[in-house]
């Protein structure tokens, strides 16, 4: 069983940052995948970063050279620093393992991130 709770979303006018946090339970947590994930508004959720347990990291091309995801396995904590803000960017982000992803489980309450023009 694998908990997630998100923090850190907030409204910020565009161009600005903000830091997500993803803290995970469970003392394997730094064998996992951890993925980051956002819907908007009457949209799919989708896939925005992961970090492997090894640190291998993979982007949504709209998100490459703006997001950075990092993991503090000490912390169980995974991040996703977000720069350069688009009010495209705008939704509920989550935090998951692909599996719990495909499975429609683990998923955690989010955090809404704003972002106004």
């Known amino acids: 069983q694998v908990q997630l709770v998100e923090s850190g979303g907030g409204l910020v006018q565009a161009g600005g940052s903000l830091r997500l946090s993803c803290a995970a339970s469970g003392s394997r947590f730094s064998i996992y995948t951890i993925g980051w994930y956002r819907q908007a508004a009457g949209k799919q959720r989708e896939l925005v970063a992961d970090?492997?347990?090894?640190?291998?990291?993979n982007y949504q091309n709209s998100v490459k050279g703006r997001f950075t995801i990092s993991r503090d396995n000490a912390k169980n904590t995974v991040y996703l620093q977000m720069n350069s803000l688009k009010p495209e960017d705008t939704g509920v982000y989550y935090c998951n393992t692909p599996i719990g992803a495909r499975a429609n489980v683990y998923w955690g309450q989010g955090t809404q991130v704003t972002v106004s023009s």
């Open positions: 970090i492997t347990s090894g640190g291998i990291t």
